[in-house]
Every structure is written in C-alpha cells, then in structure tokens.
C-alpha cells in the first residue's frame, strides 16, 4: 500500500520532469502559438508544484537543505567571477 508521503514525493518529481521537459521544448518551438500553449501549461505545472511543495513542507514530508552561509556563497561567487575563459 503507498502512504501519503510516497504519493506527494512522486507528485512532486513528476511534475518536477515536466517542467524540465517544457523547459527544453519552448526555446526549441518556432510556432509561436504552440509556444504560447506550452508556457501557459508550464505556468499551470509550477503553480501545482508550488501546492504540492507547500503542502510537502507543511507535514514534513520534505525538509529543504539547510541555506548557504555567507562565506560560502561568496566562495562559489569567486569561482565564477575570478575564472577567466
């Protein structure tokens, strides 16, 4: 029997890929009304996912990892700011 907490995680990577999927698709797209569909339906995807990460967080079915110091935000900033091409 699947428990709650396996239905939203999967939820939750499901709609997970289809945002990736859209995010490969639209810049491919030349048709601008398909465009148009798919980043309409992609704006419906995140406001799902958002529900579903909001409700996640709310049973403590996910805990986000914990937020960046300082210190190492400005060492990943320096990598990519003192990094010549």
Do not use: W
């Not at 958002?50 to 996910?62: C, D, N, P």
């Not at 937020?67 to 990943?76: C, G, L, M, P, T």
Request: aromatic share 6%; net charge negative.
């Amino acid at each position: 029997m699947i428990n709650e907490k396996t239905m939203v995680s999967d939820a939750l990577v499901g709609i997970n890929g289809e945002l990736k999927m859209f995010g490969e698709m639209i810049p491919q797209t030349e048709n601008m009304q398909l465009k148009q569909a798919l980043k309409q339906i992609r704006n419906q995807c995140e406001m799902s996912q958002e529900e579903i990460y909001t409700i996640a967080r709310e049973k403590q079915y996910y805990v986000p990892a914990q937020k960046a110091s300082r210190q190492e935000i400005d060492h990943v900033k320096n990598l990519f700011t003192s990094s010549t091409l």
